[in-house]
C-alpha cells in the first residue's frame, strides 16, 4: 500500500516554519516526508530557499518521519561531502533517509562560477559521482579522476546499512538509465500515461527497489483561491527541459509573466474538491508509486495538511 508523505518546499517556506509543518504533518497522520535541496528559489515570489541537511538532522529528531532527499552531487556539492552528509544523517537514525540524486539544475549549480555543462555531460558526471558515493558509504578509500576528482577520500562514520540511492528522472530515457545504477526511483506528477511510461521503462530496462512520486497539487476551500495561489507560486514551474534545467530565478521571473492560470493546471492539481484530490493520489497508487509525497505549492500549509490529514488520507487508507 502506498505511504502519503509531505513534501517540505525549502524554496518557499522559512526552515522553521517548514519545521513546524512536519511536525504538523506527522499529527495528522502523513506517514513519510521528502525535502527539496536548492540553493534559490525558482521565482522572486517563492522567496526562500534554506539549506536542507540542516533542516534534514532538524527534521529527523523531531519526528518519527521517513525522509527523502533530491539532491544534485558533481558542481555545487562535490560527492564526498554528500556521501559524509547522508553517512552521518543514516548513522544517526538508521532506515529513514533515502537519497535521490539527479544531475542538478544551473539556478542552483550555477554559484561556483564554473561552466554549466550539456546534459549528456552532467549525466557523465552524475553516474562517475555515484560511483564515488556508493564506494564511500561501503568503506573504500577513493581516489578519483575524471569529470570529478576525490583524493584519497574516506568516511570514518558510518551507518550499518547505506540509504538507499533513487535515481530522479522527468523522461522515460532518463528513467531507464537509472535502473541500471538506482535503488529506486523519483519522478514528479504528469498525465498518466506520461507516468505509466516511466514506471515501465524503469521497470523494464530492471530497475529495482520503490518508486516514488512528488505530486504538485493546490488547495483551498474555494476553486478560484486555489488555482490563485498555484498561479503566483507555481507559474515558474510550468517549463519543460531543458527550459528548467538551464535558466536562473531573474529569468525565470520573466519567463513566468506570460504564464496563464490554466497553463499551471497542466502542471498541478488544482481542486477545492478534496475527493478529486483523492481520486487523483489513488491513481497514482495504482500505477505502482510506493512513496507518494504532496507538495501543496502555497507557503500556508496548516489548512492543506489539517484537511488532507483529515479527509483524504483517511479516505485513501
Known sequence: MAVYGF?????????TRLLDAVRRAERAGFGAAMSSDHFA??????????FAWSWL????QATDLRYGVVTAPGQRYHPAILAQAMSTLTAMYPGRLWVALGSGEASNEHITGDRWPRKDVRN??????????????????????????VDRARLWTRPEEPPPLFGAAVSTATAAWCAEWADGLVTVNAPIEHLR?????????GGRGQLALQVHLSW????????????????GNVFAP??????????????????????????????????????????????????????????????FIDAFGAKVLGELA
Not at 7 to 15: D, F, G, K, L, V
Not at 57 to 60: D, F
Open 41 to 50: 528559489p525558482w521565482t522572486s515570489a517563492q522567496g526562500q530557499s534554506g
Open 57 to 60: 538532522g532538524a527534521a529527523l
Open 242 to 303: 531543458p527550459v528548467c534545467w538551464d535558466l536562473l530565478p531573474a529569468h525565470f521571473d520573466e519567463v513566468a509573466k506570460s504564464v496563464s492560470p490554466e497553463q499551471v493546471r497542466e502542471v498541478v492539481n488544482v481542486s477545492a474538491d478534496l475527493s478529486r484530490h483523492a481520486a487523483w493520489l489513488r491513481e497514482y497508487a495504482e500505477l505502482g508509486f510506493e512513496l507518494i509525497q504532496l507538495h501543496h505549492v502555497g507557503q500556508e500549509q496548516d489548512a
Open 7 to 15: 513534501h517540505a518546499s525549502h524554496e518557499q517556506i522559512h526552515p
Open 220 to 235: 483551498a476551500p474555494d476553486e478560484d483561491e486555489a488555482l490563485a495561489v498555484a498561479h503566483e507560486q507555481w507559474r
Open 124 to 149: 557523465a558526471r552524475l553516474r562517475e559521482c555515484v560511483e564515488v558515493i556508493r564506494a564511500l558509504l561501503a568503506g573504500e578509500e577513493v581516489s578519483h579522476d575524471g569529470l570529478v576528482t
Open 197 to 205: 511510461a516511466m514506471v515501465d521503462a524503469y521497470r523494464d530496462a
